[in-house]
C-alpha cells in the first residue's frame, strides 16, 4: 500500500463514521418518510405501548404535537389535515391538495418529483381516499374519488398501494364505482408493474416502481391484513430507495380512525400494533442508511380515546373510554428520527410540519449536483 492509498483509506475510515452518524437531527435527509396514523393521538399511543410492552416510536429521539385545525373548523377532516401535512398550507375541510380558494397546492411528493426523487404512497384505506389524496391529487371535495383515481393514474407516483380497484375500473367492470368506461387499471399497468391481489404483489419481484390494489374498497382489519403494513412498507422502500436521488413516501395506518369512529377498543389496538410494526419497519430502513429522515404524525384524534384501567405486568388494557364518535381539536403528537429530526420537536400547527419536509426536499434539490437529478432517469 503507498502513502496515497494509505491516505485514501484513512479518509474513508474518517468519512464512514461522520455520514453513519447523518442521523445527526439538523442536517438535509436525502429520503424522507412521513407516516400519518389517522385518528391517533396520546390516548391510543399509551395504550398502544401498554398492550405492545414497548413501542417501535421510542426509537424516534424528537418529540412534539401538532394543532390540527383546518382553515375552517377547529375540529379538521382526514382531507384538510391531511392537506396541510402535504402541501404546508391549510384548506377548508373535505378539500384535498388545494387552498380554501380552490388553487392547486402543490405537495410534498410533487416536490421530490420536481427534484429528481421517486414518491410513493402506502395505506390500508383506497388509494383515493382523503389522507392519501390529499399527497398526489387536487379536488375539491374528497368524495370525488373517481378522479382522484384519474389523477393518480395519469401521474407520476412510482408506488401506489393501498386498497381503491372500484374507482379505477370502467363502469362495465362488476362493482365499479366508475361512470365512464376508463380503464384505469389498464393505464396504470402501461405505466408500472401492477398487482391485484397479496401474492402478485410478492411475485412482483424486484422493481423500482409497482403499483398495488389489493383490495376493491379498502384493506381488511389488522387482524386479518395480508399483506401487513410493516410488509408494505419493506416492499415500497426496497422500490423507492433504488433512485439514488433520493424519495419521499407517504404511508398511513388508516383504519386508527374507523376503530376510534366505531369506539371499538379491541380494533383500535389492533390496528396501532400494525402501524407501530410498520413504523419499525421505516426506522430499521433509515437507521441502515443514515440519509433516512422519519416523521410520524396524526392528521387528526379521533374519539378522544383514554385508558382507564389495565395492567403493565399483563400488557393489558381492561378499560378505555371514548369522548365521542368523531374527531376531535386535540393535539397529535409528533415523533421525528434521522437528519432534520430537529425540526419537528416542540409545538406546530400542522401546516408547518409539511412546509419543513417541502422545505427538506428543497434544500436536498438545490444542493444536489445538477447532473444528479437525471441520474436516475431513463435515456
Ligand atoms: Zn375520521
Not at 386498497?163 to 375500473?169: H, I, K, R
Request: hydrophobic share 45%.
Amino acid at each position: 500500500m503507498n502513502y496515497r492509498m494509505l491516505v485514501a483509506v484513512l479518509m474513508a475510515l474518517l468519512i464512514i463514521p461522520m455520514t453513519a452518524r447523518a442521523s445527526e437531527t439538523d442536517a438535509v435527509p436525502k429520503n424522507v418518510i412521513i407516516m400519518i396514523g389517522d385518528g391517533m393521538s396520546v390516548g391510543q399511543v399509551t395504550a398502544a405501548r401498554v398492550v405492545k410492552g414497548s413501542l417501535q416510536l421510542e426509537r424516534c429521539p424528537v418529540g412534539g404535537f401538532s394543532a390540527t385545525h383546518s382553515a375552517d373548523r377547529l375540529v379538521t377532516d382526514s382531507a384538510a389535515g391531511g392537506t396541510a401535512l402535504a402541501t404546508g398550507q391549510r384548506t377548508n375541510n373535505h378539500m384535498v391538495g388545494m387552498t380554501p380558494d380552490g388553487a392547486p397546492a402543490k405537495t410534498l411528493l410533487e416536490h421530490a418529483e420536481d427534484a429528481g426523487k421517486s414518491t410513493g404512497i402506502v395505506v390500508t384505506c383506497a388509494v383515493t381516499h382523503a389522507t392519501p389524496a390529499t399527497f398526489v391529487a387536487h379536488v375539491d371535495d374528497r368524495g370525488k374519488q373517481t378522479e382522484i383515481a384519474e389523477q393518480i393514474a395519469a401521474g407520476n407516483v412510482d408506488v401506489v398501494l393501498g386498497g381503491g380497484q372500484q374507482f379505477f375500473m370502467p363502469q362495465s367492470s362488476k362493482g365499479s364505482k366508475r361512470k365512464d368506461d376508463k380503464d384505469l387499471i389498464a393505464a396504470l399497468r402501461e405505466r408500472m408493474p401492477l398487482a391485484l391481489t397479496a401474492d402478485e404483489l410478492r411475485a412482483l419481484g424486484d422493481v423500482d416502481s409497482f403499483a398495488g390494489l389489493l383490495a376493491m374498497d379498502y384493506l381488511g382489519w389488522a387482524a386479518d391484513r395480508n399483506p401487513p403494513l410493516r410488509e408494505m412498507v419493506s416492499l415500497a422502500l426496497n422500490a423507492l430507495s433504488k433512485n439514488p436521488n433520493g424519495f419521499a413516501l407517504m404511508v398511513e395506518g388508516s383504519h386508527i380512525d374507523w376503530a376510534a369512529h366505531a369506539n371499538e377498543e379491541a380494533r383500535l389496538l389492533g390496528e396501532m400494533t400494525d402501524f407501530d410494526d410498520a413504523i419499525g419497519a421505516a426506522l430499521d430502513f433509515a437507521e441502515a442508511d443514515g440519509n433516512t429522515l422519519v416523521v410520524v404524525t396524526a392528521d387528526h384524534d379521533t374519539g378522544g380515546y383514554t385508558p382507564l384501567d389495565g395492567s403493565l405486568a399483563d400488557k393489558s388494557v381492561t378499560k378505555g373510554a371514548f369522548v365521542g364518535d368523531d374527531h376531535t381539536a386535540i393535539m397529535v403528537p409528533v415523533f421525528a428520527y434521522g437528519p432534520g429530526a430537529d425540526a419537528f420537536g416542540g409545538i406546530h400547527d400542522n401546516r408547518a410540519i409539511g412546509e419543513a419536509l417541502i422545505g427538506f426536499v428543497q434544500q436536498a434539490a438545490a444542493e444536489a449536483p445538477a447532473e444528479g437529478a437525471l441520474a436516475g432517469a431513463a435515456p
